[in-house]
T-cell receptor
Framework: DAKTTQPNSMESNEEEPVHLPCNHSTISGTDYIHWYRQLPSQGPEYVIHGLTSNVNNRMASLAIAEDRKSSTLILHRATLRDAAVYYCILRDGGTASKLTFGTGTRLQVTL | GAVVSQHPSWVICKSGTSVKIECRSLDFQATTMFWYRQFPKQSLMLMATSNEGSKATYEQGVEKDKFLINHASLTLSTLTVTSAHPEDSSFYIC????????????FGQGTRLTVV
């Protein structure tokens, strides 16, 4: 599986935007870029995914570099409830495509 | 959205006993489910892929005779930790979904297993 690299941790103030980077220089043309987050003592939660174009949903935005070797998850206004570990994952494969988790970025949000 | 439910949320068992964890897809059918294990301060590690009506596929280093997986229906997969030992204490998480790379996966809330 192609690998992703994320910073171990980031901090943000509440109500401010947060940009979480992810490098995936070995991404293949058919890999989708997925983001999940995990709150303490819970299972992961889907955030967003994309292939080439930038994506927006109610939770976040995903900005994908033109060469697809990096992407950025954007939380427009961080809240305390956004404090979690964010995982950037490349997903390929057939009908049973598994998710391989890296170490993720631990986001701390402060008042 | 789709919901995946795990039961129990937590369990404490004695060393040497077996523990069964259930994973249910509540509003969709899942031919494939995945089981993960997560130790404190670490990331999720895929243990096995559970296939409905056939044998599970285990990741390298995961003992299939210790972690028994049964996927008897399209909405239920079970993970049984046999002869549990303290080192098996961990957070076990299942996931399900359509499985295609351009769709989201849904995760259970996790099961905290403590073996004493």
């Amino acid at each position: 599986d192609a690998k992703t690299t994320q910073p171990n941790s980031m901090e943000s103030n509440e109500e401010e935007p947060v940009h979480l980077p992810c490098n995936h220089s070995t991404i293949s043309g058919t890999d989708y870029i997925h983001w999940y987050r995990q709150l303490p003592s819970q299972g992961p939660e889907y955030v967003i995914h994309g292939l080439t174009s930038n994506v927006n949903n109610r939770m976040a935005s995903l900005a994908i570099a033109e060469d697809r070797k990096s992407s950025t998850l954007i939380l427009h206004r961080a809240t305390l409830r956004d404090a979690a570990v964010y995982y950037c994952i490349l997903r390929d494969g057939g009908t049973a495509s598994k998710l391989t988790f890296g170490t993720g970025t631990r986001l701390q949000v402060t008042l | 959205g789709a919901v995946v439910s795990q039961h129990p949320s937590w369990v404490i068992c004695k060393s040497g006993t077996s523990v069964k964890i259930e994973c249910r897809s509540l509003d969709f059918q899942a031919t494939t489910m995945f089981w993960y294990r997560q130790f404190p301060k670490q990331s999720l590690m895929l243990m096995a892929t559970s296939n409905e009506g056939s044998k599970a596929t285990y990741e390298q280093g995961v003992e299939k005779d210790k972690f028994l997986i049964n996927h008897a229906s399209l909405t239920l997969s079970t993970l049984t930790v046999t002869s549990a030992h303290p080192e098996d204490s961990s957070f076990y998480i299942c996931s399900a979904g359509e499985g295609a790379k351009n769709t989201e996966a849904f995760f259970g809330q996790g099961t905290r297993l403590t073996v004493v």
